[in-house]
């Protein structure tokens, strides 16, 4: 069992980095999910991750980074429509992948030529980047802090159910309230001549679009991206879309739909912001009562709900 943190202290933070450096893992909040981080030079606190997490290794990880200064530490080739993508958005919900440095090893980037980077955007994750940058290192690698296909958390409670029996007494939990955005970062290949998404999130097609002025293309490439799997980020309850709720069933929908007798509501959220803040916790909720099935109503429409409708696609195709 690992220890748990919720007074984050700039001290506190030091000794957190301390325990990175040292490779030990330290779980933190950031503005999407729980990440589950590592000294990203570290190969053996790297392994770690992936027994605690139960994730084949050949699938990479993102390395979070204190600020846009550090790309060019793991990243051998940054064009100008990344960079811009950087100035705009980071810190923040995006993850950019690029050609890989010599210091992206592969036990990051599970073997492949490229690698994927964030700076993330949530008080304790970036007084957790600093310190570890005070402390000598350049990186900390995290994938969301579940097992590998669960949901992804977004409180503290949730990480230690999640990974509590697999963590060691030196491994540590920061505790920073529940994730603002809820769902994982939108992730853009930026290997090519213009910005691909591997994976939708908070920022949108139309944003990237604006800031660079370049049409997206698709993900046509033969990349590794564990969250494009078809059955991830699923609970144990069965998901179904586009259906009628009925009795014993659990119900997420928007605010303006009513519940019917016998249902029981999960979560109303009010707008696609909330939805996505609210959709984790709620389906974590449906295997906490113990409900077989849940019903949930997507939303229409642009923006951050077409990542919360890819994520339900995933989760409706069960683990
Ligand atoms: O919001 C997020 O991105 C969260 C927080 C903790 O930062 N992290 C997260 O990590 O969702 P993870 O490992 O659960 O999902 C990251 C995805 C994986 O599907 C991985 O395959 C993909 O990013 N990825 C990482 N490096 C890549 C690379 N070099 N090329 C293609 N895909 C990559
Ligand atoms: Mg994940």
Same mark, same amino acid.
């Given at each position: 069992?690992?220890?748990?943190?919720?007074?984050?202290?700039?001290?506190?933070?030091?000794?957190?980095?301390? &325990?990175?450096?040292?490779?030990?893992?330290?779980?933190?909040?950031?503005?999407? !999910?729980?990440?589950?981080?590592?000294?990203?030079?570290?190969?053996?606190?790297?392994?770690?991750?992936?027994?605690? @997490?139960? #994730?084949?290794?050949?699938?990479?990880?993102?390395?979070?980074?204190?600020?846009?200064?550090?790309? $060019?530490?793991?990243? &051998?080739? !940054?064009?100008?429509?990344?960079?811009?993508?950087?100035?705009?958005?980071?810190?923040? /919900?995006?993850?950019?992948?690029? @050609? &890989?440095?010599?210091?992206?090893?592969?036990?990051?980037?599970?073997?492949?030529?490229?690698? $994927?980077?964030?700076?993330?955007?949530?008080?304790?994750?970036?007084?957790?980047?600093?310190?570890?940058?005070?402390?000598?290192?350049?990186?900390?690698?995290?994938?969301?802090?579940?097992?590998?296909?669960?949901?992804?958390?977004?409180?503290?409670?949730?990480?230690?159910?999640?990974?509590?029996?697999?963590?060691? @007494?030196?491994?540590?939990?920061?505790?920073?309230? =529940?994730?603002?955005?809820?769902?994982?970062?939108?992730?853009?290949?930026?290997?090519?001549?213009?910005?691909? !998404?591997?994976?939708?999130? =908070?920022?949108?097609?139309?944003?990237?679009?604006?800031?660079? $002025?370049? @049409?997206?293309?698709?993900?046509?490439?033969?990349?590794?991206?564990?969250?494009?799997?078809?059955?991830?980020?699923? /609970?144990?309850?069965?998901?179904?879309?586009?259906?009628?709720?009925?009795?014993?069933?659990?119900?997420?929908?928007?605010?303006?739909?009513?519940?019917?007798?016998?249902?029981?509501?999960?979560?109303? /959220? $009010?707008?696609?912001?909330?939805?996505? #803040?609210?959709?984790?916790?709620?389906?974590?909720?449906?295997?906490?009562?113990?409900?077989?099935?849940?019903?949930?109503?997507?939303?229409?429409?642009?923006?951050?709900?077409?990542?919360? &409708?890819?994520?339900?696609?995933? =989760?409706?195709?069960?683990?």
């Amino acid at each position: 069992m690992s220890q748990f943190l919720s007074n984050c202290t700039a001290d506190a933070m030091l000794d957190a980095a301390a &325990r990175l450096k040292a490779g030990d893992l330290v779980a933190f909040p950031t503005e999407t !999910v729980y990440g589950l981080g590592a000294d990203a030079s570290n190969s053996q606190a790297v392994a770690r991750i992936y027994s605690v @997490k139960g #994730r084949p290794t050949d699938h990479p990880l993102i390395v979070h980074i204190a600020s846009i200064d550090r790309v $060019g530490n793991w990243a &051998r080739e !940054v064009p100008e429509y990344a960079i811009a993508l950087a100035r705009s958005f980071w810190p923040g /919900p995006m993850t950019l992948i690029f @050609k &890989r440095s010599e210091s992206a090893g592969d036990f990051i980037t599970g073997g492949q030529d490229s690698v $994927g980077v964030r700076v993330p955007d949530h008080v304790v994750a970036r007084a957790l980047l600093e310190a570890f940058e005070r402390v000598g290192g350049v990186g900390v690698a995290a994938p969301s802090a579940n097992r590998f296909g669960h949901v992804s958390p977004t409180t503290a409670t949730a990480v230690i159910e999640e990974l509590g029996d697999y963590l060691s @007494k030196d491994d540590l939990v920061l505790d920073g309230g =529940a994730c603002d955005v809820g769902i994982e970062s939108t992730i853009i290949d930026c290997t090519g001549a213009a910005p691909s !998404v591997l994976r939708p999130g =908070a920022i949108s097609i139309a944003m990237i679009e604006d800031c660079t $002025g370049l @049409k997206t293309t698709q993900n046509d490439k033969e990349i590794r991206v564990s969250g494009s799997l078809e059955n991830h980020y699923a /609970p144990v309850a069965t998901v179904l879309l586009r259906s009628n709720a009925i009795a014993g069933q659990g119900l997420i929908a928007h605010s303006s739909t009513d519940t019917p007798e016998g249902v029981i509501r999960l979560a109303s /959220p $009010g707008d696609d912001e909330e939805f996505a #803040r609210i959709l984790y916790s709620a389906l974590r909720e449906a295997d906490a009562q113990g409900l077989k099935e849940v019903v949930v109503i997507e939303p229409l429409g642009i923006g951050i709900a077409v990542a919360i &409708r890819d994520r339900l696609t995933r =989760a409706a195709n069960g683990r």
